[in-house]
């Protein structure tokens, strides 16, 4: 079974550029996740998808978004990028958001540098 | 505070020893409770779930005390390949995202 897929590995981009992140989650899998994980910092929840929609948004501001498509993939978007947002962006999915979670299996992250 | 704290270490022990990490977390509707290790610059894999009633892998054990809102991790006989940083997760309980300590990290020295 494929695990997670996030593209690209690594993105360098400057700062006011939009950067956009893609993932594929597991086979069968619905929901997606998106993390921020600054350097020397934990992760950091961005978005949840599931079933297309977007479901819960952590505590950042709206210049980073996302969607998700009918087969489950997602992009998360980053608008007029900042330095600060350097980091090492995770995705992970889940088969569903009920009862059995099992916890995420995490995609091998997407390294953004902002210069 | 943080909805998940734990000490960030590091933690330098020599390999054969017992490690500890405890952790907290902030929510007491929280249902569901894991141990991830993430390696430097990888992405964090799960470790194990934690249950109430403790439960064992080999040489890790993870206990959980619902009513002090506290996690730990024991690892006994450390290895090299133990080096790593341990996140200690909570599961939001209104939704499917998991919230996630700074983790702790680990160092065994031969």
């Known amino acids: 079974e494929a695990g997670v897929t996030q593209s690209p590995t690594h993105l360098i981009k400057t700062r006011g550029q939009q950067a956009t992140l893609r993932c594929s989650p597991i086979s069968g899998h619905t929901s997606v996740y998106w993390y921020q994980q600054a350097l020397g910092l934990g992760l950091q929840f961005l978005l949840w998808?599931?079933?297309?929609?977007?479901?819960n948004r952590g505590n950042f501001p709206p210049r980073f978004s996302g969607r998700q498509f009918p087969n489950y993939s997602s992009e998360l978007n980053v608008n007029a990028l900042e330095l600060e947002d350097s980091a090492l962006y995770l995705c992970?999915?889940?088969?569903?958001?009920?009862?059995?979670?099992?916890?995420?299996?995490f995609g091998s992250g997407t390294r953004l540098t902002v210069v | 505070r943080k909805e998940v704290e734990q000490d960030p270490g590091p933690f330098n022990v020599p390999e054969g020893a017992t490690v500890a990490f405890n952790c907290t977390y902030s929510n007491s509707a929280s249902q569901s409770f894991f141990w991830y290790r993430q390696d430097c610059r990888k992405e964090p894999k799960l470790l194990m779930s934690?249950?109430?009633s403790g439960n064992e892998d080999g040489r890790f054990t993870a206990q959980l005390n619902r009513a002090s809102q506290y996690i730990s991790l024991l690892i006994r006989d450390s290895k090299l390949s133990d080096s790593a940083t341990y996140l200690c997760v909570v599961r939001d309980n209104q939704g499917g995202k998991l919230i996630f300590g700074q983790g702790t990290e680990l160092s065994v020295k031969p």
């Open positions: 998808y599931d079933e297309g929609e977007e479901r």
């Open positions: 992970a999915s889940t088969r569903n958001a009920g009862q059995g979670f099992l916890g995420y299996t």
């Open positions: 934690v249950y109430s």
